[in-house]
Nanobody, 118 residues
């Protein structure tokens, strides 16, 4: 059974930091690109950060470059999103996504809420 379990969300003040984690199970994690998306109320889901299966390539949305860092540990089937200098506009539900373009595997977690507010 495929599962992506996110954790680490919460309430933080502007300028603060959070570290999101996503633990995968039920598929070969090391063969999947991993991504973090977010969706704020009334907005479409947007791609925040992505990392290749080996971790050698990362990409970020312009809005988070220099503040967020995506990383993965293939030995632990885990992907992280370190979020620094958080802004109120970062408030959203953050989703973990696993994608394998060859096998067309595409899996989603349930999401974790991040709220940035004073």
């Amino acid at each position: 059974q495929v599962q992506l379990a996110e954790s680490g969300g919460g309430l933080v003040q502007p300028g603060g930091s959070l570290r999101l984690s996503c633990v995968a199970s039920g598929f070969i994690f090391s063969t999947y690109a991993m991504k973090w998306y977010r969706q704020a109320p009334g907005n479409e889901r947007e791609l925040v950060a992505a990392i290749s299966s080996t971790g050698g390539i990362t990409n970020y949305a312009d809005s988070v470059k220099g503040r967020f860092t995506i990383s993965r540990d293939n030995a632990k089937d885990t992907v992280h999103l370190q979020m620094n200098s958080l802004k109120p506009e970062d408030t959203a539900v953050y989703y973990c996504n696993a994608q394998n373009y060859q096998t067309k595997g595409d899996y989603w977690g349930q999401g974790t809420q991040v709220t940035v507010s004073s």
